[in-house]
């Protein structure tokens, strides 16, 4: 590996430009703070269609970089270090598209994901996506990296990779984590904002970031009480506000010509181009069966996971609320017992790791209250993040949908039933739209490929909409799903219902050129990544085990039935015992035997 020696005086330099030169940069404004011993700086650029503010704080070994980007997309950025550096980025908003420069392999980071990349000392390019994209990028030496994996073996195979490769590896770890660390990355952010920040507190907040999201438990120091406020706070306020403004004919303009499709969908069909219309034919056959498997397995899985949580939950009753109170009981009498006798550092050490530990059980079976959160903090030193509750749109839409007469339940938790419900929900609500608009609404803001596919499925589609006796309109559910589709531009789901509803007639496949064949092709994958997206957070569930329960056993319900009573004895006498030894330690408990429970207790975890 070709690298350049760690000078601790200088820092890591790492430029995002709209130009391979470096020199394109244009700095317009700059604070420097070296009192604080971490250096910190702003950056902005215009580039074709939008703008790019970036804010840097260096440390010894480490740079963070904040980004903001404003376009109209495809604008190309490129990230370029100074030396060699292993990257760790987080996506926050948007996705956007990237490849190393001399790649022609581009790589699709999706909102919410994280990634580690040995950049090593090539440039990336990115492509944004039209709107506001943001994300963290922290920079690293690889001397400090290859420091944390001597102390974390997590990190080892990792660093083998940064060690010995000849070339960068864009996808060295990719994860979607929990909402905690985003949180976390956005407390450190204002942090820095807000706040002087020393070297050392730096590259601590830096190691917990990414240690974390490796799944790492690193505890998070707390500010000190006396940190010193930055004299003006470090945010978007200080940038030209005219880099965020479009003229008014770009305003709506995203999706002027004919760019019918993302960067990546057309990389994806650049890469079929290699291809006859015979080929191409196979591979849609091919992707379209793998689409409808996923799409069956999904919705299969999806239902009846649905069923088999509700009874379930019905016999388990309020066994596992009883259970979380009787953990956060224990929490407190812990609590309670560091008032009553001294305890040097490692004896408080157990009671702290007891107090977290028992603590967390809790939270697992119900969410945490207020004064809970407080007691968490107290001793975990660190603030407490739940895990995310996702509201499932699907029920959102049962139950808006039972008060307004409108009904899904045919589409299950797809994006057609997404579709269905919102067309539904603005006819009731504004009424219908004119019949002309069917065939041409505001079409002088779509790609002109999108309105022609409109228009041949509308004419392809004439019997799914009547018009009754008394002159009102009724469509199905299909001309709402198209409707929407137009309305958003969407030509992935136009494209699904074509495929769906015309492509099984082999005269109808055939009159098709190699370009629909591909539109096709890429409709069907894009569609299969999502679908596989949505089956990886089914199988998070904490109860899709019983999906596993039920298939593995001849008795199929029978056996949730028997796993759930069985639980829910397990859930009663471990909420008795814990009680008991509360009540207990409260009446008579020494020293030492407080230290025991504490200690059980990390056991049992």
């Given at each position: 590996?070709?690298?350049?020696?760690?000078?601790?005086?200088?820092?890591?330099?790492?430029?995002?430009?709209d130009s391979p030169d470096r020199a394109s940069v244009?700095?317009?404004?700059?604070?420097?703070?070296d009192r604080s011993g971490v250096k910190h700086k702003?950056?902005?650029?215009?580039?074709?269609?939008?703008?790019?503010?970036?804010?840097?704080?260096?440390?010894?070994?480490?740079?963070?970089?904040?980004?903001?980007?404003?376009?109209?997309?495809?604008?190309?950025?490129?990230?370029?270090?100074?030396?060699?550096?292993?990257?760790?980025?987080?996506?926050?908003?948007?996705?956007?598209?990237?490849?190393?420069?001399?790649?022609?392999?581009?790589?699709?980071?999706?909102?919410?994901?994280?990634?580690?990349?040995?950049?090593?000392?090539?440039?990336?390019?990115?492509?944004?996506?039209?709107?506001?994209?943001?994300?963290?990028?922290?920079?690293?030496?690889?001397?400090?990296?290859?420091?944390?994996?001597?102390?974390?073996?997590?990190?080892?195979?990792?660093?083998?990779?940064?060690?010995?490769?000849?070339?960068?590896?864009?996808?060295?770890?990719?994860?979607?984590?929990?909402?905690?660390?985003?949180?976390?990355?956005?407390?450190?952010l204002d942090e820095l904002q807000r706040f002087e920040?020393?070297?050392?507190?730096?590259?601590?907040?830096?190691?917990?970031?990414?240690?974390?999201?490796?799944?790492?438990?690193?505890?998070?120091?707390?500010?000190?009480?006396?940190?010193?406020?930055?004299?003006?706070?470090?945010?978007?306020?200080?940038?030209?506000?005219?880099?965020?403004?479009?003229?008014?004919?770009?305003?709506?303009?995203?999706?002027?010509?004919?760019?019918?499709?993302?960067?990546?969908?057309?990389?994806?069909?650049?890469?079929?181009?290699?291809?006859?219309?015979?080929?191409?034919?196979?591979?849609?056959?091919?992707?379209?069966?793998?689409?409808?498997?996923?799409?069956?397995?999904?919705?299969?899985?999806?239902?009846?996971?649905?069923?088999?949580?509700?009874?379930?939950?019905?016999?388990?009753?309020?066994?596992?609320?009883?259970?979380?109170?009787?953990?956060?009981?224990?929490?407190?009498?812990?609590?309670?017992?560091?008032?009553?006798?001294?305890?040097?550092?490692?004896?408080?050490?157990?009671?702290?790791?007891?107090?977290?530990?028992?603590?967390?059980?809790?939270?697992?079976?119900?969410?945490?209250?207020?004064?809970?959160?407080?007691?968490?903090?107290?001793?975990?030193?660190?603030?407490?993040?739940?895990?995310?509750?996702?509201?499932?749109?699907?029920?959102?839409?049962?139950?808006?949908?039972?008060?307004?007469?409108?009904?899904?339940?045919?589409?299950?938790?797809?994006?057609?039933?997404?579709?269905?419900?919102?067309?539904?929900?603005?006819?009731?609500?504004?009424?219908?739209?004119?019949?002309?608009?069917?065939?041409?609404?505001?079409?002088?803001?779509?790609?002109?490929?999108?309105?022609?596919?409109?228009?041949?499925?509308?004419?392809?589609?004439?019997?799914?909409?009547?018009?009754?006796?008394?002159?009102?309109?009724?469509?199905?559910?299909?001309?709402?799903?198209?409707?929407?589709?137009?309305?958003?531009?969407?030509?992935?789901?136009?494209?699904?219902?074509?495929?769906?509803?015309?492509?099984?007639?082999?005269?109808?496949?055939?009159?098709?050129?190699?370009?629909?064949?591909?539109?096709?092709?890429?409709?069907?994958?894009?569609?299969?990544?999502?679908?596989?997206?949505?089956?990886?957070?089914?199988?998070?569930?904490?109860?899709?085990?019983?999906?596993?329960?039920?298939?593995?056993?001849?008795?199929?319900?029978?056996?949730?039935?028997?796993?759930?009573?069985?639980?829910?004895?397990?859930?009663?006498?471990?909420?008795?015992?814990?009680?008991?030894?509360?009540?207990?330690?409260?009446?008579?408990?020494?020293?030492?035997?407080?230290?025991?429970?504490?200690?059980?207790?990390?056991?049992?975890?």
């Amino acid at each position: 590996m070709n690298q350049i020696a760690k000078d601790k005086k200088s820092n890591l330099h790492v430029s995002l430009t709209d130009s391979p030169d470096r020199a394109s940069v244009r700095l317009e404004k700059d604070f420097y703070n070296d009192r604080s011993g971490v250096k910190h700086k702003l950056v902005e650029f215009v580039t074709d269609g939008g703008g790019v503010n970036n804010q840097f704080y260096y440390g010894d070994d480490a740079t963070l970089r904040y980004s903001l980007c404003i376009g109209d997309g495809g604008t190309p950025l490129y990230s370029i270090p100074e030396e060699p550096v292993v990257m760790f980025h987080i996506q926050q908003d948007n996705e956007q598209y990237a490849k190393f420069e001399q790649s022609d392999e581009w790589n699709r980071w999706s909102r919410g994901e994280i990634r580690l990349t040995w950049q090593s000392n090539e440039t990336i390019v990115y492509e944004l996506s039209p709107g506001y994209t943001s994300h963290i990028d922290l920079f690293m030496r690889p001397d400090l990296f290859l420091e944390l994996a001597n102390k974390y073996p997590v990190l080892r195979e990792l660093a083998m990779e940064v060690k010995t490769a000849q070339n960068g590896h864009l996808d060295l770890f990719v994860r979607n984590p929990d909402l905690s660390i985003h949180l976390f990355a956005a407390e450190m952010l204002d942090e820095l904002q807000r706040f002087e920040v020393s070297t050392q507190r730096f590259q601590h907040l830096c190691e917990c970031l990414l240690l974390q999201s490796m799944g790492i438990v690193l505890p998070v120091e707390p500010r000190a009480s006396d940190a010193v406020k930055r004299e003006e706070h470090l945010d978007w306020s200080h940038f030209d506000e005219s880099l965020f403004q479009f003229d008014d004919d770009d305003e709506e303009d995203e999706y002027e010509g004919d760019d019918l499709f993302t960067p990546y969908q057309d990389y994806l069909l650049d890469n079929l181009k290699e291809y006859g219309k015979e080929e191409l034919v196979r591979k849609f056959d091919v992707a379209r069966f793998e689409f409808n498997e996923l799409k069956c397995d999904y919705l299969k899985n999806k239902k009846l996971l649905k069923n088999l949580k509700e009874g379930y939950l019905l016999i388990m009753e309020d066994s596992g609320e009883l259970l979380a109170e009787a953990y956060f009981s224990m929490a407190l009498a812990l609590d309670a017992q560091t008032g009553k006798f001294l305890f040097d550092d490692r004896e408080m050490n157990i009671l702290k790791d007891a107090i977290v530990c028992v603590s967390d059980q809790s939270f697992e079976l119900r969410a945490a209250k207020p004064e809970q959160v407080d007691l968490y903090t107290k001793w975990s030193k660190k603030p407490y993040f739940p895990k995310p509750e996702i509201i499932e749109f699907e029920s959102m839409m049962e139950i808006i949908g039972a008060q307004l007469n409108i009904d899904v339940s045919e589409w299950g938790d797809t994006k057609e039933s997404t579709a269905v419900f919102c067309e539904h929900l603005q006819d009731q609500l504004g009424g219908f739209r004119s019949f002309s608009n069917f065939m041409g609404r505001d079409e002088n803001d779509k790609p002109q490929a999108l309105i022609e596919l409109y228009h041949m499925l509308m004419n392809q589609l004439s019997d799914e909409f009547t018009i009754t006796d008394e002159g009102e309109i009724k469509k199905s559910d299909i001309i709402r799903i198209l409707d929407h589709a137009y309305d958003i531009n969407d030509p992935i789901q136009m494209l699904l219902i074509e495929i769906e509803y015309f492509s099984h007639d082999e005269n109808y496949v055939k009159m098709q050129d190699e370009d629909k064949i591909r539109y096709w092709i890429v409709a069907l994958e894009d569609r299969s990544k999502e679908l596989q997206k949505q089956i990886s957070m089914l199988e998070k569930d904490r109860l899709f085990r019983l999906i596993h329960i039920y298939e593995q056993s001849s008795a199929r319900i029978q056996a949730i039935d028997q796993q759930a009573y069985s639980e829910k004895e397990t859930y009663q006498n471990i909420t008795e015992s814990l009680l008991i030894i509360v009540k207990g330690m409260e009446a008579c408990a020494t020293k030492e035997i407080v230290l025991g429970i504490a200690k059980s207790m990390i056991i049992a975890k």
